[in-house]
């Protein structure tokens, strides 16, 4: 096959000459002919490859085109059978490259498994403890920190120190993330706050004043902070109660940023790839 494939596999086979292999040449085959070979030699077409194989002196095979049909591709693996060369073949399924996956097999079938990201199996774990321990520690050293700014919070302005916020998370499944409250309690989002009036403000701010686009917003000069909440909001000293979410496993201390649901509503197919991750 002549392709990216091929012409990845050609280079990294180059510049890696400890392995000890040398590109012969290609094959072409019916979806991928000669129009560009990356300076490949040609051996032929793949229907010619028995008696090609043999003059060439080939080693290795290796396949590249995902379309290459079940007939021609058995053919190909008995010619290498029978001249005792090494068959490979490269994964069909678009985008494996950024996949991590396995060889094994099922009621002695061979299958490759794929997972969705690296962290199953020990990799979940070791990432879990190093949360933990950093969640732990972090709250322990900022203790007398974060209880000057919950004095600063409380003196500035009525209402409770924490807000809690719905989000979206792993799995889709929602839960409360803690913030430091940064505005005045009436202007708060959510159940036990400002309720449906402060949901209707917060959407014409939006409306005159939003600096994002797409489904994530963000109010400029927002008028709803409070004096002390514009210092923490400037050092992004508001997010720190969260760690009490890495530390009950809700969250990760290195992980997507956690939306709410009606900005999750706007999401395309493809950004619904956050929630395999914390």
């Known amino acids: 096959g002549v392709n990216d494939t091929t012409y990845a596999l050609t280079r990294e086979?180059?510049?890696t000459q400890s392995l000890g292999?040398?590109?012969?040449g290609v094959f072409t085959t019916p979806r991928q002919p000669a129009n560009q070979s990356f300076g490949i030699p040609i051996l032929g077409d793949v229907t010619d490859f028995a008696t090609r194989a043999l003059k060439a002196t080939i080693d290795d095979v290796v396949i590249t085109d995902p379309n290459l049909s079940n007939e021609t591709r058995l053919a190909v693996i008995e010619s290498c059978e029978q001249e005792r060369i090494d068959f490979r073949e490269t994964p069909s399924f678009v985008g494996v490259r950024t996949l991590l996956f396995d060889l094994g097999d099922l009621a002695g079938?061979?299958?490759?498994?794929?997972?969705?990201?690296?962290?199953?199996g020990w990799g979940r774990i070791v990432k879990r403890m190093i949360d933990v321990v950093g969640a732990l520690v972090g709250l322990i050293i900022l203790a007398p920190f974060l209880g000057l700014l919950a004095?600063?919070?409380?003196?500035?302005?009525?209402g409770p120190i924490l807000y809690r916020n719905q989000r979206i998370g792993e799995n889709a499944e929602p839960f409360s993330t803690l913030k430091f409250?940064?505005?005045?309690l009436t202007y708060c989002t959510g159940e036990g706050y400002g309720g449906s009036d402060a949901l209707a403000y917060e959407q014409a701010l939006i409306a005159k004043?939003?600096?994002?686009?797409?489904?994530?917003?963000?109010?400029?000069?927002?008028?709803?902070?409070t004096r002390v909440g514009r210092f923490i909001r400037r050092f992004s000293l508001d997010e720190f109660p969260q760690l009490w979410n890495v530390l009950v496993g809700q969250m990760s201390l290195v992980g997507p940023r956690p939306h709410q649901p009606r900005e999750v509503d706007k999401y395309e197919?493809?950004?619904k790839k956050l929630f395999s991750v914390k």
Do not use: E
């Not at 079938?109 to 199953?120: A, G, H, N, S």
């Open 13 to 15: 086979l180059a510049a």
């Open 21 to 24: 292999y040398r590109v012969v």
């Open 109 to 120: 079938i061979p299958l490759l498994t794929y997972y969705r990201t690296p962290l199953d």
């Open 151 to 158: 004095l600063a919070i409380k003196l500035d302005s009525h």
């Open 181 to 184: 409250r940064t505005m005045f």
């Open 209 to 225: 004043q939003n600096t994002r686009s797409g489904a994530l917003y963000k109010v400029g000069n927002d008028p709803r902070v």
């Open 269 to 271: 197919p493809w950004h």
